[in-house]
């Protein structure tokens, strides 16, 4: 019971202590516990509020589904590679290609296969005059205009000038028909647009008393026409291993005991691709850590264009046959002593 009256005490104590309530109108109490604010209210609310890139407004808060949707569709999105990743990955392709094609062909090589992909041949061309016999006024027309640009090649003057060091023959015009007719080099690789005329072969003197076999290095310089090519518009790689074999072979004939012999090996390393209807240049030695021994004689060289470059490198070692006393050898001894 003293409990009941002191709660009713205090009760109407604190009771005493409130304002007035007015006759009509919601108490705070009230005003405080079923007023509710609007939905416009809380979306304003919610918009001054902070967003963070992972999106916490939308699971923190909630609104009606169709202001939601209005909402979201305002944030930006990405469906795929970003456009500055794109042209990135464009232009490094772009470049890689670029610089592989750059190193391995250079400028002049593209230049010339672009040319010969879409200029035909002009009608002064010797690949035009393919069907002629070597024999016929329109090759020898041809071969008329080779052999005067040879002579007027800087190499072949400067060798020319020096007789005394150095011996130079034509080896095609050193054979006789019925010889060249089965040959590959003299026969069927002859005429305009192939070995257009024979080439030219110089071989040093190591003093003007020497004898034929103290020859050590030789020079040959040679026309390659645009019928003789691999790739087109470029010398097919069996030809200039050929055109190393007979070069070769010529500064090496000449150290053999008989002047004659066979290859008994043939290497080649092509440094750059070759253009057809050039000269090119055989430069042929003795290397001096493998000197001629018996029927044996190394030979190494190198083919060049008239700017220097080289084109490919190589060694070969010729050997003599055993019974190459016997057989007569009066043709290469007139190649190697006359003019």
């Known amino acids: 019971m003293s409990r009941s009256r002191n709660f009713c005490f205090l009760q109407s104590s604190f009771s005493d202590l409130l304002p007035v309530k007015p006759a009509t109108g919601p108490t705070l109490r009230d005003l405080i516990l079923n007023t509710r604010p609007s939905q416009s209210a809380v979306i304003s609310v919610l918009q001054r509020v902070p967003t963070s890139p992972t999106g916490l407004r939308w699971r923190s808060y909630s609104t009606s ?15 795929g590679p970003r456009p500055w ?13 670029g610089y592989l094609v750059g190193t391995s062909y250079p400028p002049s090589l593209m230049s010339q296969l672009v040319i010969n992909s879409f200029l035909k041949p002009s009608s002064t061309s010797s690949s035009s005059h393919h069907h002629h016999h070597h024999d016929s006024p329109e090759a020898q027309e041809i071969t008329n205009a080779i052999e005067s640009q040879l002579h007027q090649l800087q190499i072949v003057k400067q060798l020319n000038a020096q007789p005394d060091r150095w011996l130079s023959f034509r080896p095609f015009n050193k054979l006789a028909r019925h010889q060249m007719s089965h040959s590959l080099t003299y026969s069927t690789l002859r005429g305009p647009g192939k ?10 003197k190591m003093s003007a008393f020497s004898t034929i076999r103290d020859k050590t290095e030789a020079v040959v310089v040679v026309h390659v026409g645009d019928l003789m090519c691999g790739h087109d518009g470029i010398v097919h790689g069996g030809l200039l291993a050929t055109i190393c074999d007979e070069g070769l ?4 004939f000449s150290n053999l005991p008989n002047m004659i ?16 209807n ?29 700017a220097g470059d080289v084109l490919v490198e190589a060694e070969s070692l010729f050997v003599e046959p055993k019974g190459a006393k016997f057989i007569s050898n009066s043709q290469v001894k007139e190649f190697m002593t006359k003019g």
Do not use: M
């Open 249 to 252: 072979a010529a500064l090496a």
């Open 261 to 276: 012999g066979v290859t008994a090996s043939l290497k080649l390393d092509y440094k750059k691709p070759v253009l057809a």
């Open 195 to 204: 070995f257009a005329i024979p080439p030219i072969v110089f071989i040093n």
């Open 85 to 97: 990743t794109s042209i990135t990955l464009i232009s490094l392709a772009t470049l890689s290609i």
């Open 65 to 79: 589904s169709a202001q939601l949707k209005n909402i979201t569709a305002e944030q930006p999105t990405q469906t």
């Open 278 to 306: 050039q000269f090119i240049i055989l430069r042929s030695w003795l290397p001096g850590d493998r000197a001629p021994k018996g029927r044996k004689v190394w030979a190494d060289g190198r083919i060049e264009n008239l």
